[in-house]
């Protein structure tokens, strides 16, 4: 099984400015994914990204991108050019290639700042 | 593509009842996975479904219990219900090897 933590309960950002939300994560898979979700008012989980991990390279998604860091088994989110509607609860979740049991970390709440 | 549909969205149940929920999951989608996001205990992995049977389960009591038919749709139960139970409930389907992807959820309160 994984264990995910996002140290960040809270952040703030200026619109248009950018802002990381971290992740760090221990897994006994030898292969795994991990991704990001959000979940606004609505409660309705959005994929975000998600990174392979046997893929050196970090996934990129137009202003979303992860710094993935294996052995430090980190994985962060970097959210570029910040717009009022990036507020919202980002989950950070952790799951073995052959499964589809995630595991989430607490979440942190992304406020944006006009 | 119709997304994956939980039903009912809401539910209030009495202590000592019990439940289903449903989750027809995106067509093509054999893996199906439930849920339960509380204040308190954050996001919860309850259990896994693939093929109409059971893969993984979380740490949750036995009166927290599922299945999955031949269509890939599954439902959830829980029998005796507790305050504690009161919870929003997501289902989420994929395909083996890429991202989950999540109804809207049931809220159930207790009471």
């Known amino acids: 099984a994984q264990t995910v933590t996002q140290s960040q309960p809270e952040m703030s950002v200026q619109e248009a400015e950018t802002v990381t939300l971290s992740c760090t994560y221990d897994?006994?898979?030898?292969?795994?994914?991990l991704f990001w979700y959000k979940q606004p008012p609505s409660r309705q989980m959005i994929l975000v990204i998600r990174?392979?991990?046997?893929?050196?390279q970090n996934a990129t998604e137009n202003r979303f991108s992860v710094n993935f860091q294996k052995a430090a088994k980190s994985f962060s989110l970097k959210i570029s050019d910040s717009q009022l509607g990036d507020a919202a609860m980002y989950f950070c979740?952790?799951?073995?290639?052959?499964?589809?049991?995630?595991?989430f970390g607490a979440g942190t709440r992304l406020t944006v700042k006009p | 593509k119709a997304g994956v549909t939980q039903t009912p969205r809401y539910l209030i149940k009495t202590r000592g009842q019990q439940v289903t929920l449903s989750c027809s999951p995106i067509?093509?989608?054999?893996?199906v996975s439930w849920y339960q996001q509380t204040p308190g205990q954050g996001l919860q992995f309850l259990f896994e479904?693939?093929?109409?049977?059971?893969?993984n389960k979380g740490n949750f009591p036995g009166r927290f219990s599922g299945r999955q038919f031949s269509n890939s749709r599954s439902e959830m139960n829980v029998s005796t219900l507790e305050l504690g139970d009161s919870a929003l409930y997501l289902c989420?389907?994929?395909?083996?090897?890429?991202?989950?992807?999540f109804g809207q959820g049931t809220r159930l309160t207790v009471v």
């Open positions: 989420a389907s994929g395909i083996i090897g890429t991202a989950a992807f």
């Open positions: 897994t006994s898979e030898s292969d795994y994914y």
């Open positions: 990174q392979e991990a046997y893929k050196q």
């Open positions: 979740a952790c799951t073995g290639r052959n499964n589809n049991d995630m595991r």
């Open positions: 067509s093509g989608h054999r893996s």
């Open positions: 479904y693939f093929s109409e049977t059971q893969r």
